[in-house]
C-alpha cells in the first residue's frame, strides 16, 4: 500500500519487544530501538469479530496499526514500526501457545495441513499511521511422526512459546515442513523489503 506524506528523518522505534524481528531490523543494518506496546491485542481482536471483521490479514494489520500508534502516540517525534502476525488454518486463528503442552496440541492440528502465516507492517509518527502493508505466506506442514514430534518439542522446549506457529523457520523448525510458499521475512514476522522501500522513499534511508 503506498504510503502518505514523506516523514522527517529521526530515531526509529520498532514496537516490540520481538527478538526476531529485532534480528530482521538490526540484519538490515538499520539504527533502532525497542519499545513495547501497552495494548490488550486480545480485546481488539473481540472487539474486531464482534463487528464481523475477524479476516486474519485484516486483524494483523489492525494490530499493527494499533502498536505504531500506541508507541507513536507516546513518542510523537520518533517513526514507529508496528508488526502482527496472525496465523490460521481452516478457518481458525491461532496465537502463541501458553504452556508446552498447547504448543504440541497446536503442532499436532497443523500436522498434514496447509496453514497460512498474515503478516501485518504499519509505520506510525505522532500516532497517525504514514503506511501499512499486508503479506500472506502459506505453509505445509508434513505428516511427522509422532516419535518426531516427541523430539522436537524436547529440543525445542521454551523456544516452542516464543512464536504463533510453534517453529523457527529459521531453525529446527525448518524440518516440520513440506512445502513453503512465501517471503522469508514474512514468516518471520516483519516483511523486510517492503519496510527498506518506504524508508527510502520518505529519505529515511538512502536511495
Keep these: 500500500m503506498a504510503g502518505d506524506a514523506p516523514a522527517m ?26 519499545q513495547s506496546a501497552d495494548i490488550d491485542e486480545r480485546a481488539l481482536e473481540a472487539e ?29 517525534a520518533a517513526l514507529v514500526i508496528g508488526a502482527d502476525q496472525v496465523m490460521e488454518c481452516g478457518g481458525v486463528a491461532y496465537h502463541k501457545p501458553a504452556t508446552l503442552d498447547a504448543a504440541r496440541r497446536h503442532l499436532m492440528q497443523l500436522r498434514g495441513r496447509t496453514h497460512s502465516l498474515n503478516a501485518g507492517l504499519c509505520v506510525a509518527k505522532g500516532g497517525a499511521v504514514l503506511w501499512q502493508y499486508l503479506d500472506c505466506a502459506h505453509l505445509t506442514m508434513r505428516d511427522f511422526s509422532d516419535d518426531f514430534l516427541d523430539a522436537y518439542c ?11 506457529g510453534v517453529y523457527r523457520i529459521e531453525g529446527p523448525g525448518i524440518q516440520l515442513f ?12 516483519l516483511p523486510l523489503l ?14
Design 9 to 34: 528523518r529521526g530515531e526509529l522505534i520498532l514496537a516490540s519487544a520481538s527478538s526476531g524481528r529485532a534480528a530482521i531490523l538490526r540484519g538490515a543494518g538499520l539504527d533502532f530501538r525497542q
Design 48 to 76: 474486531a469479530a464482534s463487528g464481523g471483521d475477524a479476516d486474519a490479514g485484516r486483524l494483523a494489520l489492525m494490530l499493527a496499526a494499533a502498536k505504531a500508534r500506541d508507541v507513536s502516540a507516546r513518542e510523537p
Design 154 to 164: 524436547r529440543a525445542e522446549g521454551e523456544a516452542l512459546l516464543q512464536t504463533v
Design 178 to 189: 513440506a512445502e513453503i510458499h512465501g517471503d522469508h521475512f514474512t514468516i518471520i514476522g
Design 194 to 207: 517492503p519496510l527498506l522501500g518506504y524508508l527510502r522513499e520518505i529519505g529515511w534511508l538512502a536511495a
